[in-house]
C-alpha cells in the first residue's frame, strides 16, 4: 500500500513539471503586433529622401566664389599661372587673387583702397577714415595725368555730431576721358539683380550680365572693363596705369541695427567698395589717399589707435565730381619734373598685430 502511494506522487509531481513547461511564454509578445522586416516605423511618417526640412524655409547655399590666375605671359610669377582657389568665408563673394607673390585669394577690402563708411587703406598698407560730408565730392587721388573724385552719400543719426558716410560714386579723369562708376539708388537690395552704372565720355556702357564679360573703348585700347562677377563687380584697367576695382553693396538691416545707421525703406545705401593699384604714379601725387603712395609721405597716424581719422576734409573737397578744383589738385599741372613712381604697386603689407596696424616691405 505504502509502494502504490509512493509510485502515485511521483506520476502526479512529473505530470505536474511537464504541465508547467508546455504553459511558460517562448518570449513577450509585442503589444502592437508583429515587427516589419525593413524595422521599426517612425511615427512621424516617412522620411524626405533629402533629409530634414528647415522650419524657416530654405537657406541660401551660395558657394564662395572661385578666382583664379590667369595661364598666359601677363602673370609674371610662373607658379601663380593657372592656379585657382575659392574666396575666404569673411568675402566670399568679394575677392581676388594675388598672383604677383602669394598665389592667393584676398578680399577685395583688404588691398589698398576704401570699403565701408569709408575706411581707407592706402599706399604704404596703413588704414585710415576720412568721413568726410554727405552729398559732396572729394578728390581721393590727384596727379598729373590722373584724377579720381568721390561722391559721399550718407545718413546723421539723431545722436551723431557728424554724418555716416559711404561712397556711392567715384569719377577717374585721365588725358580727355571721363569713366563714372556708380552704385545705382536702390529701396530693396537684390543679389541678383546689377546695381552698377558705368559711362565713358558721356557714353553708357553695357556689360552683359556674365562673370568675365568684358567691354573695351574703340578710343582707348588699353581701357577695359570687365565683370568679376555676374552683377555688381567689376575691374576697371587702364593698361600700364591703373587697376581699379569697384562692388556694390547695401547696408543690411543688421548693420543698421548694430551701427544705428538708420536705415529707411526707401534707400539701402547702396556704395561702393573699392581697390586700387597704380602702376604710375608721380611724386608729386596727391588727394586722401593719393599722397600715401608719394616717397616722402610719413604717416603721423597712431597705428595703436582702432580708428585713425584723416581730417582737413576742406583740402580735398570738390565743386562737382568731375572738378578738379580741390587745395590739392595736380591734375594738369605738369609744371615741375616729377618722378615717376612705380614701385609703390609693389609692397605688400601683412598686419603683425591685431587691429589696424600692418607693417609693409617690398
Known amino acids: 500500500m505504502a509502494r502504490s ?35 521599426p516605423k517612425d511615427p512621424q511618417g516617412p522620411k524626405d529622401p533629402q533629409g ?4 524657416q524655409g530654405p537657406k541660401d547655399n551660395k558657394e564662395p566664389k572661385q578666382v583664379k590666375c590667369n595661364t598666359g605671359n601677363d602673370v609674371k610669377n610662373i607658379y601663380c599661372r593657372g592656379v585657382q582657389a575659392y574666396c575666404p568665408a569673411r568675402c566670399p563673394q568679394s575677392c581676388t587673387m594675388d598672383c604677383e607673390k602669394t598665389c592667393k585669394p584676398v578680399c577685395v577690402c583688404d588691398r589698398p583702397g576704401a ?27 590727384s596727379d598729373s595725368d590722373l584724377h579720381i573724385n568721390a561722391h559721399f552719400i550718407g545718413k546723421r543719426g539723431p545722436s551723431m555730431n557728424r554724418d555716416f558716410t559711404w561712397i556711392q560714386a567715384i569719377a577717374v579723369l585721365f588725358g580727355e576721358h571721363r569713366l563714372y562708376i556708380g552704385a545705382r539708388k536702390t529701396a530693396t537690395w537684390d543679389d541678383d539683380t546689377d546695381h552698377l552704372e558705368i559711362s565713358f565720355d558721356g557714353e553708357f556702357v553695357h556689360l552683359p550680365e556674365a562673370d568675365g564679360a568684358e567691354w573695351m573703348s574703340l578710343y582707348v585700347p588699353t581701357l577695359k572693363i570687365s565683370r568679376t562677377k555676374t552683377v555688381n563687380t567689376v575691374m576697371i584697367e587702364l593698361k600700364g596705369r591703373f587697376k581699379i576695382i569697384a562692388n556694390v553693396v547695401p547696408i543690411t538691416k543688421e548693420d543698421s541695427r548694430i ?30 589717399v593719393g599722397q600715401t603712395y608719394r616717397p616722402d609721405y610719413v604717416n603721423k597716424f597712431d597705428v595703436r589707435k582702432k580708428m585713425s581719422v584723416l581730417g582737413g576734409e576742406n583740402n580735398y573737397s570738390t565743386s562737382s565730381l568731375f572738378s578738379t578744383d580741390c587745395a590739392v ?6 609744371g615741375r619734373a616729377a618722378e615717376l613712381i612705380s614701385d609703390l604697386a609693389d609692397v605688400k603689407c601683412a598686419s603683425g598685430m591685431a587691429g589696424p596696424g600692418v607693417v609693409c616691405k617690398k
Open 259 to 288: 551701427h544705428n545707421y538708420g536705415v529707411t525703406s526707401d534707400d539701402c545705401l547702396a556704395h561702393l567698395d573699392l581697390a586700387f593699384k597704380f602702376e604710375v604714379l608721380t611724386s608729386n601725387v596727391h588727394g586722401v
Open 115 to 141: 570699403c565701408g563708411d569709408p575706411r581707407f587703406i592706402g599706399g604704404d598698407g596703413n588704414s585710415f577714415y576720412f568721413h568726410g560730408r554727405k552729398d559732396r565730392d572729394f578728390c581721393i587721388v
Open 329 to 334: 589738385a595736380r591734375f594738369g599741372r605738369g
Open 52 to 55: 530634414p526640412k528647415d522650419p
Open 5 to 39: 502511494h509512493l509510485i502515485f506522487l511521483v506520476a502526479a509531481l512529473l505530470l505536474t513539471a511537464a504541465v508547467t513547461t508546455s504553459a511558460q511564454p517562448q518570449g513577450p509578445k509585442d503589444p502592437q503586433g508583429p515587427k516589419d522586416p525593413q524595422g
